[in-house]
């Protein structure tokens, strides 16, 4: 059964394998943790209860999505608690990224529904996701789950010039 999940110690050889597969291919769309490094479950009880976070930063609750069968990890994703004015214009309160060997399955456009339905769950009434405008895999998930493009602004990430698509849908 492939279901989403808060994140599972069953489950972690599989995510660092996701990892790996992202390093391996130079994907820059989603970081998923090294958790070679450190205790990435602290991470997530950091960010569900807020605390220990760095400044700027907001609470968070993290889902993986699974296959139980197989004790596979497919993807990951935030929902973040609340919106700063940069995650107004960059980042949103969900972000996610889906395992590289697993892109292209419908595992993206399913994952946000199942966030969504948990966004709704924390008492999240509107729901703000973004992404770069030429990340077309991002805007054709959010655009299979019905929500609306509001606009297209510019944003400097990294000192470079990067235009952001920013999707919302009232829950």
Known sequence: MIR???????????????????????????????????????KYDNYKNEKNLKPNRVGANYFWLVDDEKEFFIGEISIRHKLTDELLKYGGHIGYGIRYSEWNKGYGTFMLKLALEQAKI?????????????????????????????DKIGNIIDGQKVITRRYWKSL
């Not at 999940?5 to 090294?34: C, G, M, R, W």
């Open 122 to 150: 924390m008492g999240i009434s509107k729901v703000l996701i973004t992404c770069d405008d030429d990340n077309f895999s991002s805007a054709k998930i959010m655009e299979k789950n019905h929500m609306e493009l509001q």
């Open 4 to 42: 989403l999940i808060e994140p599972n110690k069953k489950y972690l050889k599989s995510y660092i394998e996701a990892y790996d597969e992202y390093e391996n291919n130079n994907v820059q769309t989603y970081a998923f943790d090294d958790a070679r490094s450190y205790d990435i479950f602290l």
